[in-house]
């Protein structure tokens, strides 16, 4: 980056670059066994039922992207060790409270029409933060994905909403924020 300036603007618009990034990073930290990193993450820490796996997806281009499946139990088995490792102040807890510090605010008008992107005020680090209509001292973060797959994780009240949908006309609000506002 030597002799580049900043261009002043902060901006999460960096379309999967930190995922692949991680991603790519965890393969190369794994010595070539990368699936022995994931059944340590997935299967002894998550404890989770099924198989979950990436998937590497080559675009139009030389562009490529990963995607995490998992089943709808295993989602939630994930949302549950997040949960715990906020609590227990982890690594993982630490370095999501941080994103809650350093999260920026959305420019609105930009958003694609996915159900988080739009619900939300601020991002960090591929969570969402400060959810329309809800009082922004409350700790909820939320996760959003494929087809209107969401986890919602409420601190405050120590609750979980996971929706796994295969697609994005559900009734956001009637069935995730009005559970998630009590």
Same mark, same amino acid.
């Given at each position: 980056m030597?002799? #580049?300036?900043?261009?002043?603007?902060?901006?999460?618009h960096?379309?999967?670059?930190?995922?692949?990034?991680?991603?790519?990073?965890?393969?190369?930290?794994?010595?070539?066994?990368?699936?022995?990193l994931?059944?340590?993450i997935?299967?002894?820490?998550?404890?989770?039922?099924?198989?979950?796996?990436?998937?590497k997806?080559?675009?139009?281009?030389?562009?490529?992207?990963?995607?995490?499946?998992?089943?709808?139990? &295993?989602?939630?088995?994930?949302?549950?060790t997040?949960?715990?490792?906020?609590?227990?102040?982890t690594?993982?807890?630490?370095?999501?409270?941080?994103?809650?510090?350093?999260?920026?605010?959305?420019?609105?008008?930009?958003?694609?029409?996915?159900?988080?992107?739009k619900?939300?005020?601020?991002?960090?680090?591929q969570?969402?933060? &400060?959810?329309?209509?809800?009082d922004? #001292?409350?700790k909820?973060?939320?996760?959003?994905?494929?087809?209107?797959q969401q986890?919602?994780?409420d601190?405050?009240?120590?609750r979980?909403?996971?929706?796994?949908?295969?697609?994005?006309?559900?009734?956001?609000?009637?069935?995730v924020?009005?559970?998630i506002?009590?």
């Amino acid at each position: 980056m030597q002799g #580049t300036k900043p261009n002043g603007k902060r901006g999460y618009h960096y379309n999967g670059l930190i995922s692949n990034l991680l991603l790519n990073y965890a393969i190369f930290k794994s010595g070539g066994n990368f699936n022995q990193l994931l059944n340590k993450i997935f299967n002894e820490r998550v404890g989770v039922a099924n198989r979950v796996y990436f998937n590497k997806i080559r675009g139009s281009s030389d562009e490529a992207w990963y995607q995490f499946h998992a089943t709808p139990e &295993d989602y939630m088995r994930i949302a549950v060790t997040i949960m715990e490792d906020l609590q227990q102040n982890t690594c993982v807890g630490q370095y999501l409270k941080e994103l809650q510090i350093l999260k920026i605010p959305k420019k609105m008008n930009k958003l694609p029409n996915f159900p988080m992107f739009k619900k939300s005020k601020s991002y960090g680090g591929q969570f969402h933060f &400060d959810i329309f209509g809800i009082d922004k #001292t409350r700790k909820i973060i939320g996760m959003s994905g494929f087809a209107g797959q969401q986890i919602l994780i409420d601190l405050d009240n120590k609750r979980i909403i996971v929706v796994n949908s295969l697609y994005r006309n559900y009734n956001w609000k009637k069935i995730v924020h009005s559970v998630i506002k009590n």
